[in-house]
């Protein structure tokens, strides 16, 4: 895979500001997790059958486009037509299109929907698996939905995309070049639009377990072999003492108060800190193809 821009980095606060988090008031703590955030493992994203409001397929979720240095959800690529995954079509569509619900009679499947019609997706932006983007995706996807901020590019210079797929298995480092781990699973915030943090299988000399990086703390680049390579600023020895990412206790590792646990000891803000994140953004229909 190969990207518009070579470089990009999590931005965050410094660690510095953990004595901060930890000193903040407890009435303000709780106020903090009251609200509960829906979250699903991108494994159990991928792959998902997208069904409109006539309840037609119109393609399946085959990857997300993020903007790596937010970890913004900012496009769903949809697999459409083929058999077996051949001869089908991939075509980019805005993530606010795209809603995840949870089934209602088994809590570890969810189901996607979307307002598309069939002939909306067909008409979006089409691309190969792993196709390097910038800011030309964005015009493309004006040019067959509009402008809006639920999809416009938030951040600073121009715009870059991680395919989600492409993170799982980055190694991470800290900033003496030290190992960290490899990423095991992204964990999304969907209604959100953005990934709530990276699970990493540290190395024996970081703990020897996996932890919940927030992705605040991950930045993303190429080496000189173009391989995608993974940086933190947190220190390796803090790893070690780092709370532990249990995926049998999904209920807890998806609570508000884990995520707040996390970000306080890593020092930095929860995604719902942010004002892209801080609430679900709802798409307007779509432009007629």
Same mark, same amino acid.
């Given at each position: 895979?190969?990207?518009?821009?070579?470089?990009?980095?999590?931005?965050?606060?410094?660690?510095?500001?953990?004595?901060?988090?930890?000193?903040?008031?407890?009435?303000?703590?709780?106020?903090?997790?009251?609200?509960?955030?829906?979250?699903?493992?991108?494994?159990?994203?991928?792959?998902?059958?997208?069904?409109?409001?006539? *309840?037609?397929?119109?393609?399946?979720?085959? @990857?997300?486009?993020?903007?790596?240095?937010?970890?913004?959800?900012?496009?769903?690529?949809?697999?459409?037509?083929?058999?077996?995954?051949?001869? =089908?079509?991939?075509?980019?569509?805005?993530?606010?299109?795209?809603?995840?619900?949870?089934?209602?009679?088994?809590?570890?499947?969810?189901?996607?929907?979307?307002?598309?019609?069939?002939?909306?997706?067909?008409?979006?932006?089409?691309?190969?698996?792993?196709?390097?983007?910038?800011? @030309?995706?964005?015009?493309?996807? =004006?040019?067959?939905?509009?402008?809006?901020?639920?999809?416009?590019?938030?951040?600073?210079?121009?715009?870059?995309?991680?395919?989600?797929?492409?993170?799982?298995?980055?190694?991470?480092?800290?900033? *003496?070049?030290?190992?960290?781990?490899?990423?095991?699973?992204?964990?999304?915030?969907?209604?959100?639009?953005?990934?709530?943090?990276?699970?990493?299988?540290?190395?024996?000399?970081?703990?020897?377990? @996996?932890?919940?990086?927030?992705?605040?703390?991950?930045?993303?680049?190429? @080496?000189?072999?173009?391989?995608?390579?993974?940086?933190?600023?947190?220190?390796?020895?803090?790893?070690?003492?780092?709370?532990?990412?249990?995926?049998?206790?999904?209920?807890?590792?998806?609570?508000?108060?884990?995520?707040?646990?996390?970000?306080?000891?890593?020092?930095?803000?929860?995604?719902?800190?942010?004002?892209?994140?801080? *609430?679900?953004?709802?798409?307007?229909?779509?432009?007629?193809?």
């Amino acid at each position: 895979m190969k990207l518009h821009q070579l470089v990009v980095a999590g931005a965050c606060v410094a660690l510095g500001t953990t004595a901060m988090a930890q000193s903040a008031a407890p009435g303000a703590m709780q106020k903090e997790t009251a609200r509960a955030y829906a979250l699903y493992p991108a494994g159990k994203v991928l792959g998902l059958d997208v069904r409109n409001d006539s *309840s037609k397929n119109v393609g399946d979720v085959g @990857d997300l486009l993020l903007d790596p240095q937010s970890g913004e959800i900012r496009y769903a690529v949809l697999d459409v037509g083929g058999v077996l995954g051949v001869g =089908e079509d991939h075509r980019i569509v805005p993530w606010s299109f795209i809603q995840i619900v949870p089934d209602e009679k088994d809590a570890d499947k969810a189901h996607a929907r979307t307002t598309l019609t069939e002939d909306q997706v067909k008409a979006a932006p089409k691309c190969k698996v792993h196709d390097p983007f910038g800011a @030309d995706l964005d015009k493309r996807i =004006e040019a067959s939905f509009g402008k809006n901020e639920a999809w416009a590019y938030a951040g600073k210079g121009e715009p870059s995309f991680v395919w989600a797929s492409d993170v799982k298995g980055v190694m991470v480092k800290d900033p *003496s070049s030290k190992e960290i781990g490899k990423i095991k699973e992204l964990v999304l915030a969907p209604a959100n639009g953005c990934v709530a943090y990276a699970v990493v299988d540290t190395v024996k000399d970081a703990g020897g377990k @996996d932890v919940a990086l927030p992705w605040g703390r991950v930045g993303l680049s190429y @080496d000189h072999d173009r391989k995608l390579a993974g940086s933190t600023p947190v220190e390796q020895a803090r790893f070690a003492s780092a709370p532990e990412y249990d995926s049998k206790d999904w209920k807890r590792m998806s609570s508000t108060p884990w995520m707040t646990e996390i970000s306080t000891y890593y020092g930095c803000d929860p995604f719902w800190k942010t004002s892209r994140f801080a *609430s679900a953004r709802t798409a307007p229909p779509p432009q007629r193809p």
